[in-house]
Structure formats: C-alpha cells, structure tokens
C-alpha cells in the first residue's frame, strides 16, 4: 500500500527526472507556453548558441503586446509591432509552433490553451506569465516562471524546483444565486491575504468548486496567484474530461479512452494530509470588489472604505492609507457611492465566454453610463460571442467590442486607463499603474462590472437585476 | 553569475508592504533589450513627481549608491517578469530584506545574483529605522546575518539559494550534466503516458 496522496503530489512524483539531496527535484514540463515578453528568454539562447530542447512542447502565442483595434501591424505602434515581429522571428528560427496575430485561433494564452486542448489533467505546464496558474483548473500542475527559466526550460525541457507545501481551500456549501467564481477567488484572497498561500499549492475543493463550470474553475485557479500561492488545482473530473474531449490538440478515440483512466485516479485520496487547510463559506460570500492597490483589499459591495485609524497593525495601517490616497476615496465611503470612469471586460481572468454572457445579460436592453472595452479572451470567443449577438449588446449598451489579447490587464499594447481615471475591471491585479500611469482599478466580476457601467459606480449586480424582475 | 557572499552597503529604506513588479517595473518599458540597461526604470512612476521630474523626497532617490533595499511584506508579488529584477540589479542592489517576498520575483532574484534575505516583520521595521537614519548594512551570507542595526540578525533564505549565490552558479550548467536522466525519463514517459505527447507541427504551425 503505497501512502495516500494529493493530487498535486500524484502529479509532481511522476514528473521527477531527478531528486537532489538539498531537496530540490528536477522536474519534466509537458507544455511551456511562450509570448511576447519571452524574448529576453530567447535572447538568453542566442548568448548560448543554444536551441529549443522540444519545440513539439513548447507553443508561442501572441496576446501581450497584440494591438486590439486593427490587426495589421503596420497600423500599430511600431514598438508594439516589433514585440510581435520579434515572437514570430524567435519561434520560426526555433521551429516552435506559434498562434501568432493573424490566426482565428489566436488569444490569452490561458484562454487558448485549455480551448485548443494543449492543457490536460495531470501535466507539469509552465509559461513566463504568473497567471499560469490558471490550468490547475484541469487538476494539472500549472505555473509561472521567470525569464532565467523559461530560458532554462527551452533548453532541456526541465526545471529545478522544490516540493511546495499543499493548502486546501474547502468551499463548503453553494453560493448564493448570481456569486461567480470571481467573487469566490476574491472573498479567499481578503480571508488569508496577498501573500497567504505563499509557498503552497492550492487545491481547490468543496461543493461550491464541484458546482462550477470549467469557466469558472478557470477564474478560480487564475487567481491563486494573487493569494501567493505556488499554483492551484482543481480534482479532474466528469466536467473536466467533457471539456477537454474532443479539442484540437487532446488525445482522441481510444487514445483518449485510455487517458481519462489515467486522470480519474489523480484525484487527492481520501486520508491525503495537506499542510494547511482554510474553510470558507460559500453561501456567506457576497459580490465582491476591491477597492485598494493590492486583491487582497476585498470587501463585499455592501462594505465601505476601511479607516486606517482603525487598523491597529502599524504596517497594515499604512497599506490602507498608501491605498486611499492613491485610489482617491474616503476612509467609510461606501463602495456603491464610487462612481466609475470606465470598464473593461477582458483578461485570462474574465473573459470566457460564459463571463461575455453574464456580462451581456446585465447589459442587454441598457446603456452603459461610462465608456469601456470589451476585448474577448480568444478570437474563438469572439466568434462565439458574434454568433449569439453578444457584441450587438455590449455595443449598443455604448462600450466598445475588440479583438482578443491581454488589453486593458496589462497595458502592453496601449490599451490603457488615463491617469487619475477609475476603472471597474474585471482582470486580476489592481496594482497602482497597472491600467497605466495613475489610473485606479478596482476588480470584480463581469456581471458587476457591467453593473458598474450601467450605474456609472460600483453597484451590486442583483440590485440591477432585481429592478426589471 | 557573480558570486554573491558578503556585502557592506549604504541601505535604502522602502517602507511600503507589497511592493507589486508592476510597481518595480512599469509593464511599457520591458520591450527593451537588457543590454540597454534596466536602472532607469526601477519604481519609475513611484520615484517621479506628475510631470516626470525625480521626486527628492523618494528613499531611491534620497539614498543614492544603496546596495541594499528594506522593505516590508510581500516584496515583489505579482507578475513573473524577471525585468523586475533586472531593474533591482541594473540600478545597484545587489540585496532585498524583506518580511516575505513574491515566490516567482525570489527566485528570479536568486537566478541574477541578487539576494532575498528574509527577516520577521518586527526586524524589517528595525531595519527600515536604522537605514533611514544613515546606517550602512554587511549582509553576510555565509553566516546568514544581517550587521549594521544594534545586534546581530539572522535572516533566512532557501539553503540551495544560498549554494547557488554564494557559488555563483548557474542551473543551466548543473541540468545538462543530468542529461541521460533527461533522454532516458522522456523515452519511458512517451511510453507510459502517450496522451500526454504533442507532436511537431511542420513549419511550426501558422503566422
Ligand atoms: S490577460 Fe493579463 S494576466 Fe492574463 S496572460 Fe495577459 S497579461 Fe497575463
């Protein structure tokens, strides 16, 4: 009898190439994913005279930099279109496949991955991108990395790691009607805090993360991240496997037959010890929003501005003040009393297209009181959301529907908030100048952000709603 | 890499909890080449009044030659970008001390000869007084101590960090020399899990 284990460490053993003394294992990567901002990693290779190890691993995407209002480069900021020249020279040179601007099947890599079936149960992933964490949704070990390994991973397809600690965030019970997985990434974040789960891999458990949608799982994992966590896993299953079946790069036929034998037995056994276990009530959770620099400045819509007066934590007290000042609000204001400037609807985060749907349920029929983006997470998203009319919502409500790529979560390609100006959004970091140079980001899920256009402030979504039911 | 195994250095204080590498690094300037040199951009909107003029009364700037940063909580969290660190070093630190630091930013730091040094929450704040009030630091890594601010302190850090920096190494050396172990795991995983295989496209795939 071997002894039971988690899912994370069922996974991590049967990818050990080598298990050094000092405790650190050389791991074997079955899928690294790289983009735009890789190209110090390749730069790291030409110092070497190095090439790519497995190119047949490894899959170039471009979505940092990919400008969202045109797609021909030479209409674009020539730094930006050098960005994605650059990715296309790097992954020709290397003989790595590339989803590069032009093809329909392009998007965020995270959006990408799972929709062309790259990601599956029980892989090792890894891309220069922290919300890599993002395909654990799968029950596989998914991570980010740096540029010094990406390069090291290009090169012999490995990586040296130690064995994180295991968390488990139990979601007990079922969130009340219109709570998303945004809301329940958010309330976990505010319970443990930015760097929480730090050294840890999550795994994801409960009735409330059994409920969700493989869309969902994927907006849950994504945010690990934002917790510290190492990554974060959700137990493979019967929603999982019909996701994945059929994809253009999943195992097919028998083939797949044979592989959803091998992922049904990596679930975490019943008597595994984790490190840690938090408990969180799903049922408790209510729309949820920040409203300082950091996620883990998380209060439900109900809440006001905390007062640093009342935080007796020296240091914590001084977050919170650094964070009113620089998002412009008042110590008890209340959150629905901040009026918004704009909003963006995007992301690896939120922008699936169960996430379109649910913001376009709240904007059909209304019209948004301030501007905003709305960039879908692939171009196959896209398509999708034109076949059921979605764009026709978002634009008639006035916001403005874009092609795919990171926009508005990171700036890259220009698409960014003016200083000062207050963004409800619903990517993953509300980092003072993330959406550009002083502009104030306050996350939440697509349904509030679309309430947030409609109400021209943050607004709670069921209140919305409730008005026409 | 640079060996990293002691260092006495003027310190700057950065009293502010999770410094993000957003905030390190703005995302619009990491299209750059290295080579250009990252110093320039370390906390560059945090560092400049509106109008883009160096704000005097910012640590970075009221500290110039620092080696050393203080902060507090969760240093570096956030994005992967390795930038961040390029900045950190490009400018002159070559040392973080911090309560706890971003797990993707610590190792980055390590894989560019730049030491996270983690101390109690209560020792950054001990720190983060004596650096601003002028006081130079030895972080010594071989002991693990931090010198410089009343007694002695010990800071922790990964014990293969700690080979690594003090031995200067660099990974990509170490793992070709596993290079059999290498060619003989992926052999027997092709076999054992055929549903995990990707194969190459040709022409590697559309532009
Ligand atoms: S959408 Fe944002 S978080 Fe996601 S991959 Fe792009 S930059 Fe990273």
């Given at each position: 009898?071997?002894?039971?284990?988690?899912?994370?460490?069922?996974?991590?053993?049967?990818?050990?190439?080598?298990?050094?003394?000092?405790?650190?294992?050389?791991?074997?990567?079955?899928?690294?994913?790289?983009?735009?901002?890789?190209?110090?990693?390749?730069?790291?290779?030409?110092?070497?005279?190095?090439?790519?190890?497995?190119?047949?691993?490894?899959?170039?995407?471009?979505?940092h930099?990919?400008?969202?209002?045109?797609?021909?480069?030479?209409?674009?900021?020539?730094?930006?279109?050098?960005?994605?020249?650059?990715?296309?020279?790097?992954?020709?040179?290397?003989?790595?496949?590339?989803?590069?601007?032009?093809?329909?099947?392009?998007?965020i890599?995270h959006v990408?991955?799972?929709?062309?079936?790259?990601?599956?149960?029980?892989?090792?992933?890894?891309?220069?991108d922290s919300h890599?964490?993002t395909?654990?949704?799968?029950?596989?070990?998914?991570?980010?990395?740096?540029?010094?390994?990406?390069?090291?991973?290009?090169?012999?397809?490995?990586?040296?790691?130690?064995?994180?600690?295991?968390?488990?965030?139990?979601?007990?019970?079922?969130?009340?009607?219109?709570?998303?997985?945004k809301?329940?990434a958010l309330?976990?974040?505010?319970?443990?805090?930015?760097?929480?789960?730090?050294?840890?891999?999550?795994?994801?458990?409960?009735?409330?993360?059994?409920?969700?949608?493989?869309?969902?799982?994927?907006t849950?994992?994504n945010l690990?991240i934002e917790?510290?966590?190492?990554?974060?896993?959700?137990?493979?299953?019967?929603?999982?496997?019909?996701?994945?079946?059929?994809?253009?790069?999943?195992?097919?036929?028998?083939?797949?037959?044979?592989?959803?034998?091998?992922?049904?037995?990596?679930?975490?056994?019943?008597?595994?010890?984790?490190?840690?276990?938090?408990?969180?009530?799903?049922?408790?959770?209510?729309?949820?929003v920040t409203?300082?620099?950091?996620p883990?400045?998380?209060?439900?819509?109900?809440?006001?501005?905390?007062?640093?007066?009342?935080?007796?934590?020296?240091?914590?007290?001084?977050?919170?003040?650094?964070?009113?000042?620089?998002?412009?609000?008042?110590?008890?204001?209340?959150?629905?009393?901040?009026?918004?400037?704009r909003v963006f609807i995007g992301s690896c985060t939120n922008a699936?297209?169960?996430d379109?749907?649910?913001?376009?349920?709240?904007?059909?029929?209304?019209?948004?009181?301030?501007?905003g983006l709305v960039s879908?997470g692939?171009?196959?998203?896209?398509?999708?959301?034109?076949?059921?009319?979605?764009?026709?919502?978002?634009?008639?409500?006035?916001?403005?529907?874009?092609?795919?790529g990171c926009s508005m979560c990171v700036g890259m390609?220009?698409d960014i908030a003016?200083?000062?100006?207050?963004c409800a959004s619903t990517t993953n970091r509300n980092f003072?100048g993330r959406q550009g140079?002083?502009a104030r980001t306050h996350l939440m899920s697509p349904?509030m952000v679309?309430?947030?256009?409609?109400?021209?402030?943050?607004?709670?979504?069921?209140?919305?709603?409730?008005?026409?039911? | 890499?640079?060996?990293?195994?002691?260092?006495?250095?003027?310190?700057?204080?950065?009293?502010?909890?999770?410094?993000?590498?957003d905030?390190?690094?703005?995302a619009?300037?990491?299209?750059?080449?290295?080579?250009?040199?990252?110093?320039?951009?370390?906390?560059?909107?945090?560092?400049?009044?509106?109008?883009?003029?160096?704000?005097?009364?910012?640590?970075?700037?009221?500290?110039?030659?620092?080696?050393?940063?203080?902060?507090?909580?969760?240093?570096?969290?956030g994005s992967?970008?390795?930038?961040?660190?390029?900045?950190?070093?490009?400018?002159?630190?070559?040392?973080?001390?911090?309560?706890?630091?971003?797990?993707?930013?610590?190792?980055?730091?390590?894989?560019?000869?730049?030491?996270?040094?983690?101390?109690?929450?209560?020792?950054?704040?001990?720190?983060?007084?004596?650096?601003?009030?002028?006081?130079?630091?030895?972080?010594?890594?071989?002991?693990?101590?931090?010198?410089?601010?009343?007694?002695?302190?010990?800071?922790?850090?990964?014990?293969?960090?700690?080979?690594?920096?003090?031995?200067?190494?660099?990974?990509?050396?170490?793992?070709?020399?596993?290079?059999?172990?290498?060619?003989?795991?992926?052999?027997?995983?092709?076999?054992?899990?055929?549903?995990?295989?990707?194969?190459?496209?040709?022409?590697?795939?559309?532009?």
């Amino acid at each position: 009898m071997t002894a039971p284990r988690t899912l994370f460490d069922k996974i991590w053993d049967r990818h050990v190439v080598h298990d050094r003394e000092d405790g650190q294992s050389l791991l074997w990567i079955d899928r690294h994913f790289v983009h735009e901002g890789s190209h110090h990693a390749f730069a790291k290779l030409r110092e070497r005279g190095a090439r790519v190890s497995r190119p047949e691993l490894t899959i170039g995407i471009a979505d940092h930099y990919v400008p969202t209002r045109t797609r021909d480069l030479g209409r674009a900021d020539p730094q930006i279109a050098d960005m994605v020249r650059r990715l296309e020279r790097n992954t020709a040179d290397q003989g790595v496949r590339l989803f590069g601007l032009n093809d329909p099947r392009q998007g965020i890599v995270h959006v990408m991955g799972p929709e062309q079936g790259f990601t599956l149960p029980g892989l090792t992933m890894v891309c220069g991108d922290s919300h890599t964490s993002t395909h654990g949704a799968f029950g596989t070990i998914a991570f980010g990395i740096g540029a010094s390994e990406v390069a090291h991973v290009l090169m012999t397809q490995t990586l040296w790691q130690r064995r994180p600690k295991r968390m488990r965030v139990r979601f007990d019970g079922r969130l009340a009607p219109g709570i998303t997985a945004k809301d329940m990434a958010l309330a976990f974040i505010a319970t443990v805090g930015a760097d929480g789960a730090r050294g840890h891999a999550i795994e994801y458990a409960g009735e409330a993360v059994r409920g969700l949608s493989m869309e969902g799982r994927l907006t849950l994992c994504n945010l690990s991240i934002e917790s510290g966590g190492r990554c974060g896993m959700v137990a493979p299953d019967e929603t999982a496997f019909a996701f994945v079946k059929g994809r253009p790069y999943a195992p097919a036929g028998e083939a797949f037959d044979r592989a959803v034998e091998a992922w049904a037995a990596l679930p975490s056994d019943a008597e595994a010890a984790f490190d840690r276990e938090v408990v969180i009530d799903a049922a408790a959770i209510a729309p949820t929003v920040t409203w300082g620099v950091s996620p883990e400045d998380a209060l439900p819509i109900d809440g006001t501005v905390p007062d640093p007066a009342r935080i007796a934590d020296a240091s914590r007290a001084a977050h919170a003040r650094e964070a009113i000042d620089y998002m412009g609000l008042r110590p008890g204001q209340r959150l629905t009393d901040v009026a918004v400037d704009r909003v963006f609807i995007g992301s690896c985060t939120n922008a699936r297209i169960e996430d379109l749907r649910a913001a376009a349920a709240v904007l059909k029929g209304r019209r948004a009181a301030v501007p905003g983006l709305v960039s879908p997470g692939s171009m196959i998203v896209k398509a999708q959301a034109e076949q059921e009319g979605l764009d026709r919502i978002f634009t008639e409500a006035g916001l403005e529907w874009v092609a795919s790529g990171c926009s508005m979560c990171v700036g890259m390609n220009g698409d960014i908030a003016a200083p000062g100006e207050r963004c409800a959004s619903t990517t993953n970091r509300n980092f003072k100048g993330r959406q550009g140079p002083g502009a104030r980001t306050h996350l939440m899920s697509p349904a509030m952000v679309a309430a947030a256009a409609v109400a021209g402030r943050l607004a709670d979504v069921r209140e919305i709603l409730g008005e026409t039911a | 890499m640079q060996p990293f195994v002691e260092l006495t250095a003027p310190a700057c204080p950065l009293p502010l909890s999770n410094v993000d590498t957003d905030q390190l690094i703005p995302a619009r300037f990491m299209s750059r080449p290295r080579a250009e040199g990252y110093g320039d951009f370390l906390l560059h909107d945090l560092r400049r009044e509106a109008g883009g003029a160096l704000d005097p009364d910012f640590p970075l700037n009221a500290h110039p030659g620092a080696k050393i940063l203080v902060a507090r909580r969760n240093f570096g969290c956030g994005s992967s970008r390795e930038a961040a660190v390029y900045a950190l070093a490009d400018f002159g630190f070559a040392c973080v001390i911090a309560p706890s630091f971003g797990d993707i930013f610590a190792s980055n730091a390590v894989n560019n000869g730049v030491l996270p040094a983690t101390v109690e929450e209560a020792e950054a704040e001990t720190l983060l007084a004596a650096v601003g009030a002028g006081a130079e630091l030895t972080v010594d890594l071989a002991a693990q101590e931090i010198r410089g601010a009343g007694p002695a302190l010990r800071f922790t850090v990964d014990p293969v960090w700690r080979t690594k920096l003090l031995n200067g190494w660099d990974d990509v050396d170490l793992t070709l020399s596993h290079a059999e172990a290498i060619a003989a795991f992926a052999t027997a995983d092709a076999a054992a899990r055929p549903w995990a295989q990707l194969r190459a496209e040709r022409g590697g795939g559309s532009a």
